[in-house]
């Protein structure tokens, strides 16, 4: 029974999460130019607006069929790159994450195929500055942040 419980709890939190993340940047649409489709079906991210200024999208996703309370940012995307804004939102996602005691982790993709693209190894310093750590599988993109990292 106790466990039941503490599963219901971690539902709960990563409702919230979602919830207080889309509350916080005023996500309340969609981003239809960054929709597409991945291994794990349709990515739909929301607009993220600071101040009222659309500024990037992201989507968030969980797994009710987990116990652990981990959250998968499927996608993250700041309109403007090497500005801080980027650094502003993952302060504020995680600052959330560790208030909810919420695991979050993300697979490391550079976003544009272009000279603009920042690569994948700067984008792992930069998640890793957060408190993210490489999976230990060779090869991996994965990242994973613990609570209170």
């Known amino acids: 029974m106790r466990h039941q419980v503490n599963a219901a709890l971690s539902i709960m939190n990563e409702q919230r999460f979602i919830d207080e993340i889309k509350k916080h940047f005023l996500m309340s649409e969609k981003d239809l130019r960054h929709v597409h489709k991945s291994s794990e079906g349709e990515i739909n991210p929301h607009i993220i607006k600071l101040n009222s200024c659309a500024v990037g999208c992201l989507s968030l996703e969980w ?3 987990f116990i652990s309370a981990w959250v998968h940012i499927t996608y993250l995307y700041i309109y403007e790159s090497n500005c801080g804004i980027g650094s502003e939102i993952l302060k504020t996602i995680c600052e959330i994450a560790d208030s909810l005691k919420i695991s979050l982790f ?41 609570i209170n990292a």
């Open 106 to 146: 993300l697979d490391v993709v550079p976003q544009l195929p272009d000279d603009n693209s920042i690569p994948e190894w700067k984008l792992k310093v930069w998640y890793k500055s957060f408190g993210f750590v490489a999976s230990e599988i060779q090869g991996s993109s994965m990242m994973e942040r613990q």
């Open 63 to 65: 797994n009710r069929g």
